[in-house]
């Protein structure tokens, strides 16, 4: 009597988008180092085959979260700063983060960023790279609203718009901070409003006399 051996199972089949979405969960509410490769499977519906298959490690997994998370931000960042008024456009952009610090099921939720990936730069180089990177260029994105304003002639800084994105960037990080820290959205976007003030005049855009 011949014995038949078992064929292995495919690989299951799954949304790598909605994966990284429940992940991206997974790593927001516990930070990197707590989250558990089981709790990953469990929240993106896949075996551990699957997993490792797919994503390498759970380091691997995290990069690829960031970097879905950094893509989704400068894309609705960049939708945001298009409007043709310089003070408005930095009050969208603040206001669209502001609204995504403050989302979360147990309270809010701040930056993936700041809230996970600062304390793992410490030990992991990758993620400090990324972190950088990320940094570098959510500063380069303010830096060329406050240019294409200089350039349409209707802001005068009397600083660098290379200096100016480094202060909105890091006031908006700041806000990430409060926000986990227990600051209300009112206060979170007073806060920020007082700096665009400072950066491009109260009320609005100007060039200076």
């Known amino acids: 009597m011949s014995v038949q051996k078992r064929q292995p199972g495919r690989p299951r089949q799954y949304d790598r988008e909605a994966a990284l979405l ?3 969960k997974v790593f927001w ?3 990197f180092s707590a989250t558990s490769v089981d709790a990953l499977c469990a929240a993106m ?11 390498r490690n759970k380091l691997a997994l995290y ?8 893509a989704e931000g400068r894309a609705a960042m960049k939708e945001r700063l298009s409007h ?3 003070a408005t456009a930095l009050r969208q952009a603040a206001e669209g983060a502001v609204g995504n610090f403050m989302a979360g099921e147990v309270g809010p939720r701040g ?10 730069a410490m030990t992991e180089r990758s993620v400090k790279t990324e972190l950088r990177a990320d940094m570098l260029a959510s500063g380069a994105m303010f830096e060329a609203r406050f240019a294409r304003a200089v350039a349409e002639g209707d802001f005068a800084p009397s600083t ?3 200096a100016l994105g480094q202060i909105m960037r890091d006031a908006i990080y ?3 901070l409060h926000a986990r820290a227990g600051a209300t959205r009112a206060e979170l976007l007073a806060n920020l409003d007082a700096v665009i003030d400072l950066l491009v005049g109260p009320g609005g855009s100007a060039v200076q006399d």
Do not use: H, M
């Open 29 to 31: 509410e516990n930070g």
């Open 160 to 162: 660098s718009p290379a």
């Open 45 to 55: 519906q896949i075996n551990k085959p699957s997993f490792y298959a797919g994503f």
């Open 111 to 120: 930056c993936l960023l700041v809230g996970t990936a600062v304390v793992e």
């Open 174 to 176: 700041a806000a990430a």
């Open 84 to 86: 043709p008024d310089l």
């Open 63 to 70: 990069l690829e979260v960031l970097q879905q998370y950094e």
């Open 22 to 24: 429940a992940a991206r």
